[in-house]
């Protein structure tokens, strides 16, 4: 397992987590979203009527299977540790958040990535802002930023997402009462048992690796560490090659799936998606990744994300996707609405207010003076 921790090793990881996720490309996730962290998290939400968005809905086994997959190997390394108490509701704040940022740009960073080997100029773009957004949270970490240390808790504490999860998983498979898209993104699924144990198998590497994709960039600009973006270079070099091999390259900034060029926004909506990672630590699949290894506090954060995707779509701040005129409709060009470009405005105010409102050195100097 240690071998996983060496560069060598984080490059192995990032390849077999490419290939996985061209597995799940090549058996029915849609195009450009073989994984996405964010969307996956927002489908789950419309398949329990959170939100009515109907192309949008579908219980992923995905997400379950990260979650488990982190609970289970850390299980089995003695790595599992029930910990909480570390500013829970600005966590779920931060959550929350994330996924408005991730919907407006229509995926989170590991879909950037996707999208990126793919040829979708829009998501280079948007590389700009996951930059600007996690240098942000850097500096202020820089400055003394911290929401506070996780306490150790019950054992049975940190396993409650995990064994919920698994439970919903279990209850959707028997009963079929969840909603499910007949178009759309949510339509497009693998078959459930080679996503869940895609899924777990990412989920595990993904906990020995510590793979984050804001974390990447942060460690860089504090530490000139670069070994966290290893594993997604490497990973983003399997989804070229398999993008190229099986057509689905195209260099463009239009006609790309389920996405806009609506670049202002695209920058805008990832850059609160590294802010708010970084102040949380760690991306959307991060924190999944830290929920299933014991903190509550990640659980409370990935609340924030699920009730985030329904607040996005049932209040029309998701972005929509463009799409090219037909016989039946006319062109769209995609992108957020007034509305949700507003409240993305005054969802980074936020991330500034908890950054400066956290300022623990600040805090010290004040009260010594």
Not at 55 to 77: D, K, N
Not at 236 to 256: E, H, R
Not at 350 to 360: D, E, G, K, P, S
Request: hydrophobic fraction near 55%; glycine fraction near 12%; aromatic fraction near 8%.
């Amino acid at each position: 397992m240690d071998f996983l921790n060496s560069k060598q090793g984080l490059i192995v990881a990032g390849l077999i987590v490419g290939a996985l996720t061209a597995v799940l490309a090549a058996t029915g996730n849609p195009a450009n979203m073989a994984i996405c962290a964010a969307c996956f998290i927002r489908d789950m939400a419309g398949s329990m009527y959170l939100h009515t968005a109907a192309p949008v809905q579908y219980f992923r086994p995905e997400i379950v299977g990260f979650v488990a997959g982190s609970f289970l190997i850390a299980v089995a390394t003695k790595e599992y540790r029930s910990t909480a108490g570390s500013s829970p509701m600005i966590r779920f704040v931060l959550g929350f958040i994330m996924m408005l940022g991730a919907l407006v740009f229509l995926g989170c960073p590991l879909r950037m990535v996707i999208r990126m080997s793919a040829g979708d100029l829009n998501a280079w773009v948007a590389l700009i802002g996951l930059a600007a957004g996690a240098i942000t949270g850097a500096v202020f970490l820089k400055q003394g930023f911290s929401l506070g240390r996780e306490v150790d808790t019950n054992k049975a504490t940190g396993a409650v997402l995990p064994i919920i999860l698994v439970v919903l998983l279990i209850i959707g498979l028997a009963t079929g009462a969840y909603a499910a898209s007949e178009k759309g993104p949510g339509s497009m699924h693998a078959p459930v048992a080679v996503a869940l144990i895609v899924a777990l198998v990412i989920g595990a590497i993904a906990q020995k690796t510590r793979i984050c994709f804001v974390g990447g960039i942060r460690n860089l600009f504090l530490m000139k560490d670069y070994t966290l973006l290893l594993p997604i270079a490497s990973l983003f070099v399997v989804m070229l090659v398999f993008n190229i091999a099986t057509g689905g390259f195209k260099a463009s900034f239009d006609g790309q799936p389920i996405a806009h060029s609506q670049h202002i926004w695209n920058i805008l909506g990832l850059y609160a998606v590294g802010f708010g990672g970084v102040l949380a630590g760690g991306c959307p699949l991060r924190q999944m990744v830290l929920a299933g290894q014991g903190s509550s506090d990640a659980a409370i954060t990935f609340v924030g994300m699920l009730v985030g995707a329904a607040f996005a779509h049932n209040f029309g701040i998701a972005s929509a996707a463009a799409a090219a005129a037909t016989a039946e409709t006319e062109a769209v060009v995609g992108g957020p609405t007034i509305v949700g470009q507003v409240v993305l405005v005054a969802s980074i105010a936020v991330l500034f207010i908890i950054a400066v409102t956290n300022l623990r050195k600040r805090k010290v100097v004040a009260t010594a003076e």
